[in-house]
């Protein structure tokens, strides 16, 4: 099994599974104000998944400065993470389900 990294702001936490890593995201670090729209979100997958599910390339491009790389990358990150994450558990364990 690869371990999954967290990622945020040079944060080396490291877990054995995808889930446990999105719920550090939410948990322990600040949340992110989206710069297209105002919304607030937790860091990480969360913040990346709005940022694409709810806005243009384009509109993500202008508002964060960002290039085609990295557009990619978060991308990949976003598809690798539900490729392999049960969202529904981590859904549960955010809502205080076992």
């Known amino acids: 099994m690869v ?3 967290c990622g945020i702001d040079g944060c080396d936490a490291v877990f054995e599974d995808v ?4 719920l550090h995201q ?3 670090h600040q949340r ?3 710069k297209v729209c105002g919304t607030i979100v937790p860091d990480g997958y969360f913040a990346i998944r709005h940022a694409f599910d709810e806005h243009t390339r384009a509109e ?3 508002a964060y400065d960002a290039d085609s ?3 990619r990358r978060r991308e990949k990150v976003k598809r690798e ?3 392999e994450a049960d969202l529904q558990t981590v859904v549960e364990r955010l809502d205080g389900s076992p």
């Open 69 to 71: 790389a990295a557009v």
């Open 3 to 5: 371990p999954w990294a």
């Open 19 to 22: 889930e446990s890593a999105v």
């Open 81 to 83: 993470i539900e490729t």
């Open 32 to 34: 992110h104000e989206c």
């Open 60 to 62: 993500y491009v202008r």
């Open 26 to 28: 939410t948990r322990e």
